[in-house]
């Protein structure tokens, strides 16, 4: 297989930030008496859209609104967002990828402009044709931009890949025709993962293999 393109995604991917969600979310619980959930929890029911997953902790929508929520998530997020890194072996291995020739771009339920900013301050703008993120806070789902990024490249759908760390990413990867590997270590248990029979992986450098 050989790939020409790959579709990353951000939160949990390439930015080890599912510990900070997971601590901002606890905060948020915790100012409405609400019990804080583990690792663990978060890893085996988080996924998108996340209104599903604010029901599931026992967020009562009708009296506090989702909208509110979101916004008072995003606020504490952003304040700490620079406390998050780049998992270990992210920069060697897009620079690996660009180096080799692929494009690369980023697919992201994250806030575009936050994305691109965030990007930047890393230092990675320059391996990405394209930062790809929604237009609003609510991360509900990424498809549609999957949709319309798949169309505007000159590739076959098999010549791409799409790297993810969610179920969703793998749902997007069916929708727009790519392939998908997931891998472990982000939002998701391996568990998860591993139900959507693509590939699991436990690191980057594996990544790069595949990419031959
Ligand atoms: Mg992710």
Not at 4 to 18: F, K
Not at 108 to 132: C, D, M, W
Not at 143 to 151: D, I, K, S
Not at 154 to 166: N, Q, R, Y
Request: include cysteine; glycine fraction near 8%; charge should be negative.
């Amino acid at each position: 297989m050989a790939y020409r393109h790959v579709i990353w995604d951000w939160n949990g991917t390439l930015l080890d930030d599912a510990w900070l969600c997971l601590e901002v979310m606890n905060g948020l619980m915790d100012r409405r008496a609400m019990q804080p959930v583990t690792a663990e929890f978060y890893q085996r029911e988080f996924g998108f859209p996340v209104i599903d997953y604010y029901r599931k902790l026992g967020f009562d929508l009708e009296r506090d609104p989702f909208d509110r929520i979101s916004h008072e998530f995003i606020g504490a997020y952003n304040r700490r967002r620079l406390e998050c890194q780049l998992f270990p072996q992210v920069r060697a291995t897009v620079e690996a990828v660009h180096t080799r020739g692929l494009g690369q771009v980023i697919l992201s339920a994250h806030e575009q402009r936050t994305l691109a900013e965030l990007v930047g301050l890393l230092g990675l703008s320059a391996y990405f044709s394209q930062l790809i993120g929604l237009d609003n806070i609510y991360a509900a789902s990424k498809a549609a931009n999957g949709r319309a990024h798949m169309a505007s490249l000159p590739h076959a759908p098999h010549e791409v890949l799409l790297v993810g760390d969610t179920t969703h990413d793998y749902e997007v990867a069916c929708e727009i025709g790519a392939d998908c590997v997931l891998l472990e270590g982000g939002h998701q248990s391996r568990a998860r993962l591993e139900a959507c029979g693509v590939p699991v992986l436990g690191s980057h450098a594996e990544v790069l293999e595949l990419l031959g």
